[in-house]
């Protein structure tokens, strides 16, 4: 008696899909693109990024003009006149002085070495460019509307630096901004 099987022949392995190592194939090709997607990406934003701390800091530089700054010259100290001199001085390197006069403020007891930089959130820039001309100068920003900013002679106060300290203070912080860009 012979028995008959109704299994079919095995297929030579020439003929079976390769179906597990496509599908490995075509994840790993998927993550690589994912990761050049995001390294094309992210370098993207970083370039968009430093182009435009370059341009801030190009558009920096104009609003360093001394006739684009109202400042206000305030005397805090016992010598008499000391204001207005400190006021034609700022007038002849180009500030706009809007008034000069005794510091009548209640800060006035409160200010001390060579003086102090008053200003409001719209003249936080003019206010760190006039610390350059006194030196030592501390700074109170308090809750004015205006871009005006006040210079107060202390009690210590002897002289403004020069304009070729002012300058060369200056000197690095643009040579940085450009050595960056």
Do not use: H, K
């Not at 370039?47 to 805090?76: F, G, H, Y």
């Amino acid at each position: 008696m012979t028995q008959t099987s109704e299994r079919r022949p095995a297929r030579a392995s020439r003929d079976r899909r390769p179906l597990v190592p496509v599908i490995f194939l075509l994840v790993l090709a998927l993550a690589a693109l994912g990761v050049w997607w995001n390294v094309f990406r992210t370098e993207a934003a970083g370039a968009r990024a430093d182009a435009a701390a370059c341009s801030s800091a190009e558009a920096a530089a104009p609003s360093l003009d001394p006739t684009t700054v109202q400042i206000r010259v305030l005397n805090a100290t016992d010598t008499a006149g000391l204001a207005g001199t400190v006021a034609a001085t700022m007038q002849s390197r180009g500030f706009v002085v809007t008034e000069f006069a005794n510091d009548s403020s209640p800060r006035r007891a409160e200010v001390a070495g060579v003086g102090e930089v008053r200003f409001g959130p719209r003249g936080a820039e003019a206010a760190r460019y006039l610390e350059l001309f006194l030196p030592g100068a501390g700074e109170y920003q308090d809750t004015r509307a205006d871009a005006t900013v006040d210079l107060v002679i202390g009690p210590q106060f002897t002289e403004l630096a020069t304009p070729e300290a002012v300058a060369a203070a200056l000197t690095p912080a643009a040579s940085a901004s450009a050595a960056a860009c």
